[in-house]
């Protein structure tokens, strides 16, 4: 059953991002902004990000990619975590709405600082990571975790961009916010 859920997972994920972009593209919204990093780092992040996922979907189908003997209770985690990116990263996208790029924007925007963005600035980053966690926990793969900690390094690079790029934009309402809220939720 774990597979199927964990497969549904990132059906589920896939659906959203498609459903999100379709939206854009029906009412000539621009879904793509200036990169927060130098495009190769930005594209290492995603393909490491996508096959550590991958990963876990191949594990998920059937294939056995373990190092080191199952165990109950990092599946367990994992599915848990799985659930929880997912519920994390939808709810961004949920508040986030309009203003959801991939990159800097460049047209006018808000600060988004309402749902879940009461409580962490980055929730979609958060839910990547989650899920990228989960990944390591259900596969127990070396070339999993290195990965997910390429991906995590990149993102962690993106986001410190992309709060600098908020600094400047919204001066003190944005450093107000920064002030109240946590990066990552507990971090």
């Known amino acids: 059953m774990t597979g199927f859920q964990i497969i549904a997972i ?3 994920f896939l659906v959203m991002n498609a459903l999100q972009e379709r ?3 029906e009412r000539a919204l621009e879904i793509k902004g200036r990169l927060a990093v130098p495009e190769p780092l930005f594209r290492l992040g995603r393909l490491s990000l996508v096959f550590a996922w991958l990963l876990s979907i191949v594990q998920a189908a059937g294939a056995d990619l373990r190092f080191v003997a199952p165990c109950r209770f990092c599946e367990t985690a994992a599915l848990l975590l799985f659930y929880a990116g997912f519920a994390v990263a939808a709810a961004s996208y ?6 959801n790029k991939i990159g800097l924007p460049e047209e006018r925007t808000v600060l988004v ?9 980055n929730p979609l980053y958060t839910g990547l990571f989650l899920i990228d966690i989960a990944s390591c926990l ?3 793969n070396p070339l999993t975790l290195v ?5 995590m390094a990149v993102y962690h690079r993106i ?5 600098d790029f908020l600094a400047a934009r919204f ?4 450093e107000s916010y920064k002030r109240r809220v946590r990066r990552y939720f507990f971090f």
């Open 171 to 174: 001066g003190a309402e944005y």
């Open 10 to 12: 990132f059906a589920a």
């Open 147 to 151: 990965l997910t900690l390429t991906a």
């Open 138 to 140: 259900y596969t127990l």
């Open 94 to 99: 949920r508040f986030l709405g309009d203003a």
């Open 113 to 121: 600082t309402g749902g879940i963005y009461r409580f962490m600035r």
């Open 159 to 163: 986001v410190k961009a992309e709060e």
């Open 23 to 25: 939206s854009f593209k």
